[in-house]
């Protein structure tokens, strides 16, 4: 039974297990707002909640409190893959039914859930007495956020999408919509990132100042200029506020897994992958996508890499430009793309069998270029091409800097976009194939329910090198880009000085990047001769590095400056520590105290000699070997634009 609160003002606290995050909820002259405490500093000011709904009057007046409900929840997840093996899910939660007091008297809930290190609520929206669907106009969600915080952000709403390099502001200063997730580090001293969880059938959240400069959500539109189209019942992705006390402990908050839904199929199938791949070749002009003398995804190329595969012990093989579209101006022409059909110089089945035989998986490529309606015209028969082949992965790509769907030009972000996203998850979980999404939809932790979803670009990578990547990008990435997971960066390219693409980094800075850049597909992107050639030494710890890990550990950092971080592998005793460096030298000390108690382990070091740098002396690298255990400590130097890479080998 209905239990009313007719007092003009209600104030409700939810308080996190630990008691030291407080979320306080106000419903104040019909009007609902929440605020958020650390430690009893505020770091959320009074922020309102609502929906503006077209046709209707705004879902955010004359509200009265119906019911409230509470309970408390705690368990460990385990996740099949990623950079932890077991994330807790404890919260306190309190819901708020919610009807207005006038007019058409419709209800819906606020659902709060409170953990020891994030802030999550969500809307809940039943069928309505008079309607059963609605046209969202906007959502009225703020965050209001001391002004004078710092802000390190990406523009929302560009050709480009998210790949763009990371710029650090204050608050005040923001002048238009940025992406999600964004990271702030408040006057007080704590460090905050706005995100979203379980983004399904909605416009993906960017943030922007309203008129009152407070920071609230913009819903990504649709072409016709509303948020999003919705039958009832309906529920909003969880806004998410993730809280910590330092930089690095912001980059292990998994709580956007704990908010999606652990999955109901069998996912047993699913492995991780390092791969090779015939793509680099192509950015530094050996060879082409498109057919002709140069053509690098022929028959005979493919095997040769199968063969290299198998002697540098890589599981798998990327093949970009196999199939129709390539030919002329691909952007435009990607509307044509034949994603069943090969290129003249190319037989899938051929290569599909080489590979079985060597036990080779291969990774298949669709690039849509944003021609999402050719794309889902094609679909079932794409993907079944590759199941009947035995092509368990594929990379698809978005490159366009709008999609076409149902003829019109869209946001990748918008719901449209996000609903076709999906669309190719579940289809790919059907056929029991894996995904890696270039040009994707960011990521909400939607990987906990559908794990067949491997890994996302979704931020600039070393495509961008020879020129457009400074040094810093990648000591931005753990504290901002990777708060929403893993991500194919196309790690370990060690033809650093290439006239065509040279790189911004130091060749231990390379093998850095396979442990702090998290990928569930992960690509050793140089072309096969240079390992065996050139780095068979540094390949080796490229071989080893696993891509599975049972527990991650930030060691140090700042955002934009440096990040270091150990990680230990699912599948062994063995730990591996990885850290990268802004343009800045620095030297660092690193305490052992995290390895086990009495074990000894073989240190296999791979670090920045004295007079590395990034520009004038990139492959200088310093390689050693020692035992060590938990009551030792390691001092590195990291050059310019440097880093580190470390294996330890329980013995």
């Given at each position: 039974?209905?239990?009313?609160?007719?007092?003009?003002?209600?104030?409700?606290?939810?308080?996190?297990?630990?008691?030291?995050?407080?979320?306080?909820?106000?419903?104040?002259?019909?009007?609902?707002?929440?605020?958020?405490?650390?430690?009893?500093?505020?770091?959320?000011?009074?922020?309102?909640?609502?929906?503006?709904?077209?046709?209707?009057?705004?879902?955010?007046?004359?509200?009265?409190?119906?019911?409230?409900?509470?309970?408390?929840?705690?368990?460990?997840?385990?996740?099949?893959?990623?950079?932890?093996?077991?994330?807790?899910?404890?919260?306190?939660?309190?819901?708020?039914?919610?009807?207005?007091?006038?007019?058409?008297?419709?209800?819906?809930?606020?659902?709060?859930?409170?953990?020891?290190?994030?802030?999550?609520?969500?809307?809940?929206?039943?069928?309505?007495?008079?309607?059963?669907?609605?046209?969202?106009?906007?959502?009225?969600?703020?965050?209001?956020?001391?002004?004078?915080?710092?802000?390190?952000?990406?523009?929302?709403?560009?050709?480009?999408?998210?790949?763009?390099n990371y710029e650090k502001t204050m608050v005040h200063q923001l002048q238009n919509?940025?992406?999600?997730?964004?990271?702030?580090?408040?006057?007080?001293?704590?460090?905050?990132?706005?995100?979203?969880?379980?983004?399904?059938?909605?416009?993906?959240?960017?943030?922007?100042?309203?008129?009152?400069?407070?920071?609230?959500?913009?819903?990504?539109?649709?072409?016709?200029?509303?948020?999003?189209?919705?039958?009832?019942?309906?529920?909003?992705?969880?806004?998410?506020?993730?809280?910590?006390?330092?930089?690095?402990?912001?980059?292990?908050?998994?709580?956007?897994?704990?908010?999606?839904?652990?999955?109901?199929?069998?996912?047993?199938?699913?492995?991780?992958?390092?791969?090779?791949?015939?793509?680099?070749?192509?950015?530094?002009?050996?060879?082409?996508?498109?057919?002709?003398?140069?053509?690098?995804?022929?028959?005979?190329?493919?095997?040769?890499?199968?063969?290299?595969?198998?002697?540098?012990?890589?599981?798998?093989?990327?093949?970009?430009?196999?199939?129709?579209?390539?030919?002329?101006?691909?952007?435009?022409?990607?509307?044509?793309?034949?994603?069943?059909?090969?290129?003249?110089?190319?037989?899938?089945?051929?290569?599909?069998?080489?590979?079985?035989?060597?036990?080779?998986?291969?990774?298949?490529?669709?690039?849509?270029?944003?021609?999402?309606?050719?794309?889902?015209?094609?679909?079932?028969?794409?993907?079944?091409?590759?199941?009947?082949?035995?092509?368990?992965?594929?990379?698809?790509?978005?490159?366009?800097?709008?999609?076409?769907?149902?003829?019109?030009?869209?946001?990748?972000?918008?719901?449209?976009?996000?609903?076709?996203?999906?669309?190719?998850?579940?289809?790919?979980?059907?056929?029991?194939?894996?995904?890696?999404?270039?040009?994707?939809?960011?990521?909400?932790?939607?990987?906990?329910?559908?794990?067949?979803?491997?890994?996302?670009?979704?931020?600039?990578?070393?495509?961008?090198?020879?020129?457009?990547?400074?040094?810093?990008?990648?000591?931005?990435?753990?504290?901002?880009?990777?708060?929403?997971?893993?991500?194919?960066?196309?790690?370990?390219?060690?033809?650093?000085?290439?006239?065509?693409?040279?790189?911004?980094?130091?060749?231990?800075?390379?093998?850095?990047?396979?442990?702090?850049?998290?990928?569930?597909?992960?690509?050793?992107?140089?072309?096969?001769?240079?390992?065996?050639?050139?780095?068979?030494?540094?390949?080796?710890?490229?071989?080893?590095?696993?891509?599975?890990?049972?527990?991650?550990?930030?060691?140090?950092?700042?955002?934009?400056?440096?990040?270091?971080?150990?990680?230990?592998?699912?599948?062994?005793?063995?730990?591996?520590?990885?850290?990268?460096?802004?343009?800045?030298?620095?030297?660092?000390?690193?305490?052992?105290?995290?390895?086990?108690?009495?074990?000894?382990?073989?240190?296999?070091?791979?670090?920045?000699?004295?007079?590395?740098?990034?520009?004038?002396?990139?492959?200088a690298i310093i390689k050693q070997e020692k035992r060590v255990g938990c009551h030792?400590?390691?001092?590195?130097?990291?050059?310019?634009?440097?880093?580190?890479?470390?294996?330890?080998?329980?013995?």
């Amino acid at each position: 039974m209905f239990k009313w609160f007719s007092h003009s003002e209600i104030e409700r606290d939810v308080y996190s297990p630990d008691k030291s995050i407080r979320c306080h909820f106000t419903l104040k002259l019909g009007q609902i707002f929440y605020s958020v405490y650390k430690n009893e500093k505020q770091i959320i000011k009074p922020s309102r909640l609502g929906f503006l709904i077209c046709g209707e009057t705004p879902l955010m007046n004359d509200l009265k409190l119906i019911r409230e409900q509470k309970r408390r929840h705690s368990e460990t997840i385990e996740m099949l893959w990623g950079e932890d093996r077991y994330i807790p899910n404890n919260y306190s939660e309190s819901a708020f039914y919610l009807s207005e007091d006038k007019e058409q008297k419709r209800i819906f809930t606020l659902r709060f859930r409170v953990f020891d290190n994030a802030v999550a609520f969500r809307y809940e929206i039943p069928p309505q007495p008079k309607f059963s669907q609605i046209t969202i106009k906007d959502e009225l969600t703020e965050f209001n956020i001391d002004l004078n915080s710092i802000a390190w952000k990406i523009p929302a709403y560009q050709p480009d999408r998210y790949e763009y390099n990371y710029e650090k502001t204050m608050v005040h200063q923001l002048q238009n919509s940025v992406h999600t997730p964004v990271t702030f580090k408040t006057p007080t001293g704590y460090y905050l990132a706005i995100h979203e969880a379980a983004l399904y059938n909605y416009g993906s959240a960017t943030i922007k100042l309203n008129q009152n400069n407070i920071l609230k959500t913009d819903i990504t539109p649709l072409s016709d200029g509303t948020k999003a189209h919705v039958m009832l019942p309906f529920q909003t992705p969880w806004r998410l506020i993730m809280v910590a006390n330092s930089a690095t402990e912001l980059t292990t908050n998994r709580v956007m897994y704990a908010l999606n839904e652990a999955p109901t199929e069998d996912f047993s199938w699913v492995k991780t992958l390092k791969f090779i791949g015939i793509w680099w070749a192509m950015y530094v002009g050996e060879w082409t996508w498109a057919p002709g003398e140069r053509h690098g995804a022929t028959t005979e190329h493919a095997k040769e890499y199968i063969d290299a595969a198998v002697r540098l012990g890589i599981s798998g093989l990327l093949i970009e430009g196999w199939n129709e579209g390539w030919e002329g101006d691909w952007l435009e022409n990607g509307r044509f793309n034949k994603f069943t059909i090969t290129t003249s110089d190319f037989n899938l089945e051929e290569v599909a069998r080489y590979a079985k035989n060597h036990k080779i998986e291969i990774v298949g490529h669709h690039e849509t270029v944003g021609f999402v309606d050719n794309y889902e015209n094609q679909l079932e028969e794409a993907y079944n091409y590759y199941a009947t082949n035995g092509v368990h992965y594929i990379k698809t790509g978005y490159a366009g800097s709008m999609m076409m769907i149902n003829g019109r030009r869209e946001f990748h972000h918008c719901q449209l976009g996000v609903n076709h996203y999906q669309k190719t998850v579940q289809l790919a979980a059907k056929k029991h194939i894996c995904l890696d999404i270039h040009e994707p939809i960011k990521g909400t932790g939607i990987e906990r329910t559908w794990p067949n979803l491997l890994s996302r670009e979704g931020a600039r990578g070393q495509e961008y090198e020879g020129g457009a990547l400074s040094p810093s990008h990648a000591c931005f990435l753990p504290y901002t880009r990777l708060l929403a997971g893993g991500m194919d960066y196309t790690s370990g390219i060690l033809d650093l000085t290439n006239s065509v693409k040279r790189m911004a980094t130091t060749l231990a800075r390379q093998l850095a990047y396979f442990i702090t850049i998290y990928s569930g597909m992960q690509m050793a992107a140089d072309r096969p001769y240079i390992y065996e050639e050139r780095f068979p030494e540094e390949f080796q710890f490229i071989r080893d590095v696993p891509t599975n890990f049972e527990k991650t550990l930030p060691l140090a950092g700042e955002i934009g400056e440096y990040y270091i971080v150990a990680r230990k592998d699912r599948d062994s005793n063995d730990w591996f520590i990885g850290g990268v460096s802004d343009e800045m030298g620095r030297r660092i000390h690193i305490n052992l105290d995290f390895l086990e108690q009495g074990a000894v382990y073989k240190a296999s070091i791979y670090a920045d000699a004295d007079h590395a740098h990034y520009r004038e002396n990139p492959f200088a690298i310093i390689k050693q070997e020692k035992r060590v255990g938990c009551h030792d400590s390691l001092d590195l130097y990291m050059a310019p634009g440097g880093g580190f890479a470390i294996k330890l080998m329980r013995l």
